[in-house]
C-alpha cells in the first residue's frame, strides 16, 4: 500500500518526503506556528510599545492640562494681564520737515564780466565784509578814467566860461557908462548885454553838464567796485554755483555766485497733511529727531504755519516752521527731520494699553452725533469714558468704568478709576460687550 498523498512516514528513522506539489498549505501553517512557539518577542520590543503608549497618555493629559487651567472657560482666546503703572504720555501729529538756515543770502554779482577769481571754497567761515570774488575791472576801470577826464575838461569849460563872463560883465558895465554920458550907442550897450547873459547861461548849463559828469563817474565807480564782490554778512560758505573764470551776464538777471547762511539757527520747515494742520497750534511744544542722530531729541516751539499749501501727488500739504538752537552746528542744511508735535502730554500718569480699554462708540456718537469735541483752551484733551475688566483679589473679573485722559496708539492715561497695581484683562474685545451681545451671569474667575 502507498500512503495517503501529502503525510509523512516515519519508517527506520527517515523520513520520506510528500509527493510535490501536495500538502503546500499545511505544511506553511505548521512552519508559522513552529517560529512562533520557537522565536517569542524580545524585551526590547516590549519596552518601545511600553514608551509609545505612556506618550500618547501624556499628550491627552497635557491638552486636557492646559484646556482646565489656561483657555478661557467661554472657549475664547487665553486672558492677557497687564498691571497699571506709572509713566509719561505724549499724544503727538508726526510729519517729516527738512533743515534749513533761517537767515542766508545769495550772493550774486551786480555787474558783468569774466569771474577772475574766488577767494573762499564751500565750508568757509566770513565775516561781514570780507572779500569773496573778483570780477576782471578792466572795462569798468576805463569807463571811470573816460568819465573823470569828461569831468575835468567840463570843469576847465566852466572856468574859461566865468572868465568870459566877467569880461561880459565888465563891458556891459562900461557900456552902461558910456550910454550915459552919451558916448555910445544904444545898440552896443543891448550887444554887451547880450553877451552878459549868454555868459552867465553857459557857465549855467556848464554847471549842468559838470553834474551829469560827476553822476555818471559816481555809477562808473561804483560799477568798478562791484567787481569785488563783499559777503553781506558773518556766517559759513554753504554752496558756489559760479566757477572761476566762468563769464557772468547781469544785464537782465543777477547770477547767483554762493551762498552763505548762519548755521547757529536752523529752521524746520515741516510738511504736515490737511487732516492733521487743525490740531496745530502756534506755540505748542515740537521735537524732532534725524537720521543717524542717536534718537536724540531737538526741541522748539511752533512759531507759524503758512496758510498757503503745497499739493503734492493729490495730497494736500501745509507748511509748519519752528526754529532751533544749533550752537554746536551738529545739525546741517538739507538733513531730514522725523517730527513730532505734541498735542497733549501727561507726566508721572497712570497708563494702561490701548487693547485694555473698551470706547462705548454709540454713547459718544448719541452724545456727539459722531463729531470731536473742541479741545479746552492751555492743549489738555478732554477725559472721555472707557470700560476695562479689572481681576480682583480672589481671581475673580468684573467690569470698572474709567476716565482716560492722553491718549495715543499705544497707550492711555487713567485718570481716576485704577490705582497702580491693580490688573486689568488686556483684551479689548473682553472688556465690554458690544451691542447685542449677552453678557454671562456670573463674572469668569481666573485659576
Known amino acids: 500500500m502507498q500512503p495517503p498523498a501529502g503525510r509523512r512516514v516515519e519508517t527506520s528513522g527517515a523520513e520520506t518526503p510528500a509527493a510535490p506539489g501536495a500538502g503546500h498549505s499545511e505544511e506553511n501553517i505548521d512552519c508559522k506556528v513552529s517560529a512562533m512557539t520557537q522565536f517569542p518577542a524580545s524585551p526590547v520590543s516590549r519596552r518601545l510599545?511600553?514608551?509609545?503608549v505612556l506618550l500618547a497618555v501624556a499628550g491627552a493629559g497635557g491638552y486636557f492640562a492646559w484646556k482646565h487651567f489656561f483657555a478661557a472657560r467661554n472657549g475664547g482666546p487665553a486672558q492677557n494681564l497687564v498691571a497699571?503703572?506709572?509713566?509719561?504720555i505724549e499724544e503727538v501729529v508726526t510729519a517729516t520737515g527738512m533743515l534749513q538756515p533761517r537767515d542766508y543770502v545769495d550772493v550774486g554779482a551786480q555787474v558783468s564780466g569774466q569771474l577772475r577769481v574766488i577767494h573762499v571754497e564751500v565750508g568757509s567761515e566770513v565775516k561781514k565784509g570780507d572779500l569773496l570774488a573778483e570780477i576782471d575791472p578792466t572795462l569798468f576801470m576805463a569807463r571811470v578814467d573816460a568819465s573823470r577826464a569828461q569831468l575835468r575838461y567840463q570843469r576847465a569849460q566852466?572856468?574859461?566860461?566865468?572868465?568870459?563872463?566877467?569880461?561880459?560883465?565888465?563891458?556891459?558895465?562900461?557900456?552902461?557908462?558910456l550910454l550915459a554920458e552919451e558916448a555910445t550907442t544904444t545898440e552896443s550897450?543891448?550887444?554887451?548885454?547880450?553877451?552878459?547873459r549868454s555868459?552867465?547861461?553857459q557857465i549855467e548849463m556848464l554847471k549842468a553838464q559838470i553834474e551829469?559828469?560827476?553822476s555818471s563817474l559816481r555809477a562808473d565807480e561804483a560799477n568798478l567796485n562791484y567787481a569785488r564782490i563783499f559777503a553781506p554778512m558773518s556766517g559759513t560758505v554753504v554752496s558756489i554755483t559760479a566757477r572761476q573764470g566762468q563769464t557772468l551776464n547781469a544785464n537782465q538777471q543777477a547770477p547767483i555766485i554762493l551762498r552763505i547762511a548762519d548755521l547757529s539757527t536752523m529752521t524746520v520747515q515741516t510738511q504736515v497733511s490737511e487732516a492733521d494742520v487743525s490740531r496745530l497750534q502756534p506755540g505748542m511744544e515740537v521735537y524732532f529727531t534725524t537720521l543717524g542722530g542717536k534718537e536724540r531729541r531737538w526741541y522748539g516751539t511752533l512759531s507759524r504755519i503758512e496758510p498757503t499749501p503745497t499739493v503734492q501727488n493729490n495730497v494736500v500739504l501745509y507748511n509748519a516752521l519752528f526754529d532751533v538752537d544749533n550752537a554746536s552746528r551738529a545739525l546741517m542744511t538739507q538733513m531730514t527731520a522725523q517730527v513730532f508735535f505734541v498735542v497733549a502730554a501727561a507726566k508721572d500718569a497712570l497708563l494702561l494699553p490701548m487693547s485694555a480699554l473698551a470706547f462705548d462708540t454709540a454713547r459718544r456718537a448719541a452724545a456727539g452725533n459722531g463729531a470731536p469735541r473742541p479741545r479746552p483752551e492751555g492743549g489738555e484733551r478732554p477725559a472721555r469714558r472707557a470700560t476695562v475688566q479689572v481681576v480682583g483679589d480672589d481671581g475673580s473679573i468684573g467690569a470698572r468704568e474709567v476716565t482716560v485722559g492722553v491718549s495715543n496708539r499705544i497707550q492711555a492715561q487713567i485718570v481716576s478709576g485704577l490705582t497702580e497695581g491693580e490688573r486689568v484683562v488686556s483684551v479689548a474685545a473682553q472688556a465690554a460687550a458690544r451691542p447685542g451681545q449677552s453678557t454671562p451671569s456670573r463674572p469668569a474667575r481666573l485659576h
Do not use: P
Not at 497699571?84 to 509719561?88: C, E
Open 49 to 52: 510599545i511600553l514608551a509609545l
Open 158 to 177: 566852466l572856468r574859461d566860461r566865468e572868465a568870459q563872463l566877467t569880461l561880459a560883465e565888465s563891458q556891459y558895465t562900461r557900456q552902461k557908462n
Open 212 to 214: 551829469q559828469t560827476e
Open 189 to 196: 550897450l543891448q550887444n554887451a548885454e547880450a553877451t552878459l
Open 199 to 201: 555868459a552867465r547861461a
Open 84 to 88: 497699571v503703572q506709572r509713566g509719561d
